[in-house]
């Protein structure tokens, strides 16, 4: 089954404490990216990737990271969290750049 | 800056009501546009995607029509489960990133 899988789902977790959100997708697509979603906001894109070792800033991408070393991989990384990053962040790919992406089923990330 | 204007912010229709969502957009040099469907709690999914200003496509009771500066989903005879936000988002020729707006939240009302 075609599918993007985040992990994990949920995290509560404190301040300054580096974490690690995980994304995977198994339908070899090239396109990558990270998205928080906020009330009020709607959805914002953080990093995208156009393939492997090519990353590129998207609206938000303050206090993230990311890296995309194998196709199927593109984690998002918060090295130092802190309250304000609390939101529902969406995973996505698509075949390319321009074609439907693919959203996983979120991670609501509490940061106290 | 490629922005995303969505209106209105939220809909009640009765079932079998026909209405249209709109969708403004100012960007330098449209590559495409994206229409998306969100249920609560779950991660929005694909519905269409409209290249050039003219461009019509429909799936079921939805049909997205684009011009130069504005696109709308429009809704026929809606049922209560079109009960949706509804999402739009642009890619343009500046960049490879995708702005969204912040949606229509659709209620059909049985």
């Known amino acids: 089954e075609a599918q993007v899988t985040q992990n994990p789902r949920y995290l509560i977790t404190v301040t300054g404490k580096k974490l690690t959100v995980t994304c995977s997708q198994n339908m070899n697509h090239e396109y990558m990216s990270w998205y928080r979603q906020d009330p009020g906001l709607g959805l914002r894109q953080i990093y995208y990737?156009?393939?492997?070792?090519?990353?590129d800033k998207g609206d938000v991408p303050e206090g993230y990271k990311v890296s995309r070393k194998e196709k199927r991989n593109f984690p998002l990384i918060l090295e130092s969290p802190s309250p304000n990053q609390t939101s529902l962040y969406f995973c996505?790919?698509?075949?390319?750049?321009?074609?439907?992406?693919?959203f996983g089923d979120g991670t609501r990330l509490s940061i106290l | 800056e490629d922005q995303v204007t969505q209106s209105p912010e939220a809909l009640r229709l009765q079932e079998g009501e026909s209405s249209s969502l709109n969708c403004s957009y100012t960007?330098?040099?449209?590559?495409?546009l994206f229409w998306y469907r969100q249920d609560p709690g779950k991660g929005p999914e694909f519905l269409f995607t409209l290249y050039s200003a003219g461009e019509e496509k429909e799936k079921e009771r939805l049909k997205a029509t684009l011009t130069k500066k504005e696109s709308f989903l429009h809704i026929t005879a809606p049922k209560p489960e079109d009960s949706a936000t509804y999402l739009c988002a642009v890619q343009s020729y500046r960049s490879y990133q995708l702005t969204f707006g912040k949606g229509t939240k659709l209620s059909v009302i049985p």
């Open positions: 996505a790919s698509s075949r390319m750049s321009l074609q439907p992406q693919h």
């Open positions: 960007v330098s040099g449209l590559r495409g």
């Open positions: 990737s156009m393939n492997v070792e090519v990353t």
